[in-house]
């Protein structure tokens, strides 16, 4: 499960694979969005990616990306952040459950890189006695940019 070492390139060649392996079409464009999330650090947003693609894509549709992302989500390739004030955002490079920190004022997602949770989830099992398949952690703040 843990891919963090994994490259731009080796995160694209697993969504690409994985979505041959389901007999889904490797269109251009969604050749193009896969390509966005995996050497995108910043958990875009649907509308990011559009707007990023647009110039090389004129033709791209948000329903286009919407259903690049659907697949993805489908064969377990992406994770979805979820927030009801923001835009969903995806991280296509950790498509697991992961920590994130949150700016609350421009809305800046990082993922914090030295933290271990096995140790907490191991201890919660054991003390609540259910088998934790998943987690939801987000800590906000203001990011370095904000704070100046
Ligand atoms: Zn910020
Ligand atoms: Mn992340």
Redesign the pocket.
Known sequence: MDSTNNTPNMRLNQMLERLKESDFRITPQRYAVLHVLANSPDHPSVESIHAELLDNYPTMSLATVYKTINLLKQEGEILELEFSDLSNRYDGKKPYPHPHVI??????ITDPSQLNLEEITNKMMEETGFKIVSHRLDFYG??????E
Do not use: Q
Not at 103 to 108: D, Q, V
Not at 142 to 147: E, G
């Open positions: 700016c609350t004022k421009c809305g800046k203001i990011c370095p940019n904000c704070l």
